[in-house]
């Protein structure tokens, strides 16, 4: 069974700091390029971030860019968002999806409906 399980959000202070975790369970991360979204109450989906299944390649959404560090480790079948200096805007559900397909570049990261599979999603709360 085809499983993504999000872990790490909460409620976390201004300027703190946070790392969500991404497990796979029933495939391997290894040939899949993985993404970041979140989504606010009121508000579209939005992409985070992504890195490449070939080459490594990552991505970051300018409101998170040189915050935010997304990493995998394929031996673990897990990958990873480091989130620093959280601002309240950051506050969202945070999901992890994989795609087969879709394209991550330094530029551009591929649409929602690029991805494949979608894990149920964490928290993230920062208060003010």
């Known amino acids: 069974q085809v499983q993504l399980v999000e872990s790490g959000g909460g409620l976390v202070q201004s300027g703190g700091s946070l790392r969500l975790s991404c497990a796979a369970s029933g495939f391997t991360l290894d040939y899949y390029g993985i993404g970041w979204f979140r989504q606010a109450p009121g508000k579209e989906r939005e992409g985070v971030s992504c890195i490449s299944s070939s080459d490594g390649s990552t991505y970051y959404a300018d409101s998170v860019k040189g915050r935010f560090t997304i990493s995998r480790d394929n031996a673990k079948n897990t990958v990873y968002l480091q989130m620093n200096s959280l601002k309240p805007e950051d506050t969202a559900v945070y999901y992890c999806?994989?795609?087969?397909?879709?394209?991550?570049?330094?530029?551009?990261?591929?649409?929602?409906?690029?991805?494949?599979?979608w894990g149920q999603g964490t928290q993230v709360t920062v208060s003010s």
């Open positions: 999806a994989v795609t087969s397909a879709g394209l991550c570049t330094i530029a551009t990261m591929p649409a929602f409906w690029e991805y494949d599979y």
